[in-house]
T-cell receptor, first 116, second 112 residues
Framework: GAVVSQHPSRVICKSGTSVKIECRSLDFQATTMFWYRQFPKQSLMLMATSNEGSKATYEQGVEKDKFLINHASLTLSTLTVTSAHPEDSSFYIC????????????FGDGTRLSIL | KQEVTQIPAALSVPEGENLVLNCSFTDSAIYNLQWFRQDPGKGLTSLLLIQSSQREQTSGRLNASLDKSSGRSTLYIAASQPGDSATYLCAVGTGGGNKLTFGTGTQLKVEL
């Protein structure tokens, strides 16, 4: 149980393109979803937290107009990287939780984004 | 600001060895602590979750301990196997447990 599906797994596109990444909880209702970014050989950095039906809460230093997050249902959140540039190339991972911190976050397999 | 450190950064051991991975955090006001496994190019798999009121959790060959007052956690892996090779991350949960601050990970290689 507690499967999180993230799609696509890999994206290669030209600079200036907007890219949408989907995160779905397949067998549970995700009250809260999280988006992380991971640079090579580094750990995960939380970008934003989204609760179903509410606006996302962004971490300091993360541009909300650059990284658009939508959490329209209890099973789907999307991250759109708008007008992507090479410096946005990274590994993006989502996670989902069905409740408060007494329940673990379940992670997707990540999306490798490469901007040429 | 919470900072999480993992030592060692990399570890190579022969198969069958028992090993300990270390995690330390600067702010003891945590809600929980989780250990994860990450395979190359993949997402994270949750291994163990310890609430702040608990001292340890066990799952199979894995045992995680938590000493909140000293800001430390250890992950003990018994009888290591090549399939255990991965990067192990600890993450401290604050803000009701939903906000995770990750360590930099320990890259483990178990050799035949």
């Amino acid at each position: 149980g507690a499967v999180v599906s993230q799609h696509p797994s890999r994206v290669i596109c030209k600079s200036g393109t907007s890219v949408k990444i989907e995160c779905r909880s397949l067998d549970f209702q995700a009250t809260t979803m999280f988006w992380y970014r991971q640079f090579p050989k580094q750990s995960l950095m939380l970008m934003a937290t989204s609760n179903e039906g509410s606006k996302a809460t962004y971490e300091q230093g993360v541009e909300k107009d650059k990284f658009l997050i939508n959490h329209a249902s209890l099973t789907l959140s999307t991250l759109t990287v708008t007008s992507a540039h090479p410096e946005d190339s990274s590994f993006y991972i989502c996670s989902a939780s069905g409740g408060l911190g007494d329940q673990p976050q379940h992670f997707g397999d990540g999306t490798r984004l490469s901007i040429l | 600001k919470q900072e999480v450190t993992q030592i060692p950064a990399a570890l190579s051991v022969p198969e069958g060895e028992n090993l300990v991975l270390n995690c330390s955090f600067t702010d003891s006001a945590i809600y929980n602590l989780q250990w994860f496994r990450q395979d190359p190019g993949k997402g994270l798999t949750s291994l163990l979750l310890i609430q702040s009121s608990q001292r340890e959790q066990t799952s199979g060959r894995l045992n995680a301990s938590l000493d909140k007052s000293s800001g430390r956690s250890t992950l003990y892996i018994a009888a290591s196997q090549p399939g255990d090779s991965a990067t192990y991350l600890c993450a401290v949960g604050t803000g009701g447990g939903n906000k995770l601050t990750f360590g930099t990970g320990t890259q483990l290689k178990v050799e035949l």
